[in-house]
Structure formats: C-alpha cells, structure tokens
C-alpha cells in the first residue's frame, strides 16, 4: 500500500519560516516525480511546486517562487518543502502527492496532508 | 493562470447520472490531453479518478468515465451511489509557465 505522510506545519508569524516533509513508503520512491500541493481553508486545490526523480529538475508556482523550495533525498525516500517568507494567505493543507517520471501532471497517490497556518 | 471553470454544485438521485463540466482555454484544456478528475471527501486527500481525459486508474468504478470537447473536458458519473457525495476536482496541464492549474470544485450531492 503505497504511503506519503508528511509532517512540520503547525503555526508560523507572517515572515517566517517551516520547513514541511513528506516520507514515502511502499514504492520505488525514484520512479517517481513528487510535487507540494496546497488547499486553503473551505478553498480548491493549488499546486505549489514539482521535483524529479534525480532531483535535477524543479519547479514552482509563480505565487510561491523566490519564498519556497521543493528537494529531496533519494537515501531517505523523502521529499521537503522550504517555505520562507510566509504570508497569510499561505495558510493551507499542505499535501505531497507522486506522479510518475514520465507523467508529471498525473498525481495518482496523495498524502493525508499537514496543516500550515500563518498568523500573528 | 486562471482557475479552470466548474459548477459550484451538482445534485442528483440514486441511480442517475450526472455530468460534471471543466471548461478552459486552448493553454490548458484545449491544448493537452493531460485533463485529470480527482474525488475528495470531507477531511480526506484527494483520489485520482480519471487521468489523460477518459482513463481510469485501477480499482477506479467503471462508473465513472471522462470525456473532452474542444476547451472543455466532463465527468460522468453513471448510476449515481451515496458514497459518490463529494467534492470533485478537474485538472490540467497548462504548458511550462503555468504547469498545472485546477477548477474551484463541485460539490456533488446524492439526494
């Protein structure tokens, strides 16, 4: 059974820092490209940023670009989100989800998701 | 990159079908068969359900199927069931700029 579970959100002051992580499990972890996706509170889905397998390309969305950074760690079957500069309207589940190397815009297998909220 | 347009809401009975709308632009939609569908219920993560337009990931109801006219792309859901009742979510791929962009959602209701 295929697993992402990510972990780090929590509350952060507008201007701060977290840092968001996502272990995989139960797959071959470098068959696959791993994106952030995020859903604000009672809003739809957002995509954040996207990695490949061999960590040599990388992506993110204009709104988060210069303030976030997607990497991973092959050794670890991890994948980390960066995130500097929060503002409010970062406040969002945060989800990973895999998408197959050949097939980046198909999120075929989702975390459950970790709460980042950004307030003072 | 604007979101990609979808009915706030869309009901129906048991047993019935009902279509689900995703209309974009040439840059998305209209420009790659790259149109996915994903399920989301309350407090859950997001379930792929239809990817490429009309296929079904594995273990995926043959209710449901996908289609693509042009700008717009559709979910059908057949024979309509109350574990269907949830928020679906259209996809697409938008090209290097823009890369994925998503509708605002519907909220699908079995009465």
């Known amino acids: 059974q295929v697993q992402l579970v990510e972990s780090g959100g929590g509350v952060v002051q507008p201007g701060g820092s977290l840092r968001l992580s996502c272990a995989a499990s139960?797959?071959?972890?470098?068959?696959?490209?791993m994106h952030w996706l995020r859903q604000a509170p009672d809003k739809g889905l957002e995509w954040v940023a996207v990695i490949s397998h061999d960590e040599i390309s990388k992506s993110h969305a204009d709104s988060v670009k210069g303030r976030f950074t997607i990497s991973r760690d092959n050794s670890k079957n991890t994948v980390f989100l960066q995130m500097n500069s929060l503002r409010d309207e970062d406040t969002a589940v945060y989800y990973c989800?895999?998408?197959?190397?050949?097939?980046?815009?198909?999120?075929?297998?989702w975390g459950q998701g970790t709460l980042v909220t950004v307030s003072s | 990159q604007s979101a990609l347009t979808q009915p706030a809401s869309v009901s129906g009975s048991p047993g019935q079908s009902i279509a689900i709308s995703c209309a974009g632009t040439?840059?998305?939609?209209?420009?790659?068969?790259?149109v996915s569908w994903y399920q989301q219920h309350p407090g859950k993560a997001p379930k792929l359900m239809i990817y490429?337009?009309?296929n079904r990931p594995s273990g995926v109801s043959d209710r449901f199927s996908g289609s693509k006219s042009g700008n717009t792309a559709s979910l059908t859901i057949s024979g309509l069931q109350a574990e269907d009742e949830a928020d679906y979510y259209c996809s697409s791929y938008a090209g290097d700029v823009a890369h994925y962009v998503f509708g605002r959602g519907t909220k699908v209701t079995v009465l």
């Open positions: 989800a895999r998408a197959p190397n050949n097939r980046w815009h198909q999120f075929d297998y």
């Open positions: 040439s840059s998305d939609v209209g420009g790659y068969n790259f």
């Open positions: 490429d337009v009309s």
């Open positions: 139960e797959f071959s972890y470098t068959s696959y490209a």
